[in-house]
């Protein structure tokens, strides 16, 4: 099945630590997102790519980074430079300039 | 700019009962709008967009619509309630023609369903 594989879905790490949070998919989707949510606030864009080899940042990208150098797959990491890390955090993607996102299942990020 | 405020952020309902969640937008252009569900540690999966044909639009699990222009509106209403539909629910906004990377999210709707 098509679909948005995130990994791992529960993560813990120590304050100070980088994160790497992976996003795969294989839905032939040219543009992948990332998004923070936390109880509340709705969702909010970290980054987005719309080809490979190229990102643009979001409403909150300080503290967080990005890759796209395969069309599959859109890893973010979690530098210590942000301030408040531990959320709950989506990955989507979709075809071209379609304005239907498609989500993975999230991971849960926890710092302590 | 666009922005979404979805009132009542969380609403409670019996089983069987009419669900009716609203969700008011601004934007300084026409606007493309959706409605996703999430449930406990999941994603988000759509249940229904409106992109400019009809202004009542019906989803999956016998969701539905209704966009109003006039009163910058895209409440979403389910005639009978199922304990399934406990959930959150988040309205979005994005202009029309553009991305996902422009989509504003509402802060998100908490469903309760009561036996």
């Known amino acids: 099945d098509g679909g948005i594989t995130q990994s791992p879905k529960y993560l813990f790490r120590k304050e100070g630590q980088n994160v790497t949070l992976s996003c795969e998919q294989n839905l032939n989707h040219d543009a992948m997102y990332w998004y923070r949510q936390d109880p509340g606030q709705g969702l909010r864009l970290i980054y987005y790519?719309?080809?490979?080899?190229?990102?643009q940042k979001g409403d909150i990208a300080e503290g967080y980074s990005v890759s796209r150098e395969k069309k599959e797959s859109f890893p973010l990491t979690v530098t210590s430079a942000q301030k408040n890390p531990t959320a709950f955090y989506l990955c989507?993607?979709?075809?071209?300039?379609?304005?239907?996102?498609?989500f993975g299942q999230g991971t849960r990020l926890t710092v302590v | 700019a666009q922005s979404v405020t979805q009132l009542g952020s969380h609403v409670s309902v019996s089983e069987g009962a009419l669900v009716l969640l609203r969700c008011n937008y601004s934007s300084s252009v026409p606007p493309y709008l959706f409605w996703y569900v999430q449930y406990p540690n999941q994603g988000l999966q759509l249940l229904l967009k409106?992109?400019?044909?009809?202004?009542l639009v019906k989803g999956i699990n016998d969701f539905e619509a209704e966009f109003k222009k006039s009163e910058t509106s895209f409440h979403l209403t389910k005639p009978s309630a199922h304990m399934s539909d406990a959930a959150e629910y988040f309205c979005?906004?994005?202009?029309f023609g553009s991305g996902s990377e422009k989509l504003v999210f509402g802060k998100g709707t908490k469903l309760t369903v009561n036996p």
């Open positions: 409106y992109t400019s044909a009809a202004t």
């Open positions: 979005a906004v994005t202009p």
């Open positions: 989507a993607s979709s075809r071209g300039r379609s304005t239907e996102a498609f």
């Open positions: 790519s719309q080809i490979v080899n190229d990102f």
